[in-house]
Structure formats: C-alpha cells, structure tokens
C-alpha cells in the first residue's frame, strides 16, 4: 500500500504548480484523499487539511487559506488525485502531504471541517513547495 505525492517545487509568487496524489496497492474507489500541509522538521500532530476529495462522489473541501486558488480533483482510472494550486503566497510554503481514509470510516464532517490527520490509514511521503516573494 503506498501513496506517493509528486509535483512540488520552487515558484514565484503568482504562480502556479499541480500535485499529484497517486495511491497503489489498495482499492480507489471509496476513499476520502486529503492535502495536508506542514512546516519541515515539524511532527505530524496537528497537521492541517487544505483540501480533501471523495473519490466515490466527488465532493470536495477547501481551507479558508485556499479557497477560491486550489482546486482539488480525482482520476479515478489512474488512482490520482490533483490538486491544482494557483495565485501561489509565500505563505503556501510547506511541505505537502496526501493521506487517504476509507469512505467507510470517515465522519460526514469532514466536508465542513476537512479530515482529521488522526484518522488516516495511509500516508505519503512530502512534497516541498517553496514560494519566492
């Protein structure tokens, strides 16, 4: 089982860059895959979602940090999910992580309140994303 996020990089500020989420080893159809996002060095505990898809039935959730500049979608055929990110800050620079959740286990909630690090079964490796001002 692994996912592996890809895509990160340095830009300018204004600019734009696309991750890719890409799962193997279990079955992509009935999970929730989040975006989290995280200063390097900083443990895990906490960690906050910007962004999460249903691969089932597509809906989404954006943080208030990102709404309106990333956009989040999934391939199923090619057991992806992108995320999209546009008008890049300096602020957007962490380091990226995708996680997934079997859409049996996860609460509702998370498409107000996104997913809860907590929770996830399966974890990928980062992705740095640097913004230059």
């Known amino acids: 089982v692994q996912l592996q996020a890809s895509g990160g990089g340095l830009v300018q500020a204004g600019g734009s860059l696309r991750l890719s989420c890409t799962a193997s080893?279990?079955?992509?159809?009935?999970?929730?895959i989040g975006w989290f996002r995280q200063a390097p060095g900083k443990e895990r505990e906490g960690v906050p979602c910007i962004s999460s898809i249903s691969t089932s039935d597509g809906s989404t959730y954006y943080a208030d940090s990102v709404k309106g500049r990333f956009i989040i979608s999934s391939d199923n055929a090619k057991n992806t999910v992108y995320l999209q990110m546009n008008n890049l800050k300096p602020e957007d620079t962490f380091v990226y992580y995708c996680?997934?959740?079997?859409?049996?286990?996860?609460?509702?909630?998370?498409?107000?309140?996104?997913?809860?690090?907590?929770?996830?079964?399966?974890w990928g490796k980062g992705t740095q994303v640097t913004v230059s001002s």
């Open positions: 996680a997934a959740q079997s859409g049996g286990a996860v609460e509702s909630r998370w498409r107000l309140l996104g997913l809860d690090w907590n929770f996830m079964h399966y």
């Open positions: 080893g279990f079955s992509f159809d009935d999970y929730v």
